[in-house]
């Protein structure tokens, strides 16, 4: 039996490029998305399968998950790629565009998580890859919010592969850089608070300086790759750091004391 994904978020960028990479590669893939009726590119690729998901929909979640399961036979690797970014300074965020931010990057990601696992357990085995970022593990200013989901997502993907490792069921966690993808424009929001200008002079100057990051950067497609190693490399690593000088960046951090990283940050990012 051909070995399946089931993948959130592929309408675009990293969650698309993952789809294309797995179909090449022979697998069967359930693509969801919250509007699968306005996508056309994946619907011609072999082996794909779209179906109506919102993560911060528990019904649509177990609903896309039995379609899955009943329409390829299996689910081998769920992939939990949902998500987006926001920017700008915390006070001009409003509480609702806060809790979406967690309800899509947080809540989403452990209610795909906590509705496949039953399925996984009875198996005894399954991969749960979770799209982290190396902001999951450093910050940059403006993205406050936006790393504090990513920081979620990597404690509770660290912590769950303990509980896990008793049924063979693997967690990872994939660190992208800066790629090149919608999410610096369409997948990103940005906080604005009528009467709060005191703070556009600083997100003036760091605004352009992260678009140059993206500039440059590399496309979806070597996330799709390291995804795709993740999902069949049989090791217990958990952190697959990919693209826009990740590794590196990670590895500073590391050695690094924390005060001179942070004045490195403000350096390039403050010019």
């Known amino acids: 039996m051909k070995r399946t994904l ?24 359930a693509a969801t998305m919250r ?11 072999e082996n794909v399968k779209l179906f109506k998901l919102d993560v911060t929909d528990n019904e649509s979640i177990q609903k896309a998950i ?39 990057n947080v809540f989403g990601l452990m209610n795909a998580t906590r509705a496949i696992l039953p399925y996984f357990r009875k198996k005894k085995e399954g991969v749960i890859i ?27 993907s660290e912590s769950l592969q303990f509980e896990l490792n008793q049924f063979n069921i693997r967690v990872k966690i994939i660190e992208p850089g800066p790629i090149k993808t919608d999410f610096y424009d369409r997948s990103q929001e940005l906080f604005k608070k009528d009467g709060l200008p005191d703070y556009d002079d ?25 995804i795709y190693k993740a999902a069949t490399d049989n090791r217990k690593k958990i952190r697959y750091p990919v693209g826009g000088g ?22 390039v990012l403050e010019k």
């Open 246 to 267: 990740a590794p590196l960046i990670l590895f500073l951090r590391r050695i690094i004391p924390g005060n001179w990283f942070y004045a490195i940050i403000k350096l």
């Open 202 to 226: 600083y997100q003036n100057i760091i605004m352009p300086n992260m678009q140059n990051f993206s500039a440059n950067a590399p496309g979806p497609e070597v996330v799709a790759k390291k």
């Open 130 to 156: 979770n799209i982290a970022s190396v902001g999951g593990r450093m910050t940059f200013p403006l993205y406050s919010m936006y790393h504090a989901t990513k920081w979620a997502v990597e404690g509770f």
């Open 35 to 45: 509007n699968p009726e306005n996508e056309s590119e994946l619907t011609k690729h």
């Open 6 to 29: 089931f993948i959130t978020g592929s309408s675009s960028g990293i969650g698309k490029a993952t789809v294309k990479y797995f179909s090449k590669k022979g697998w069967n893939v």
């Open 66 to 104: 039995n379609e899955a399961i009943s329409h390829f036979g299996n689910i081998d690797v769920l992939v939990n790629n949902a998500g987006y970014g926001t920017v700008g300074a915390f006070e001009a965020a409003s509480s609702q565009q806060i809790q979406k931010q967690f309800d899509t």
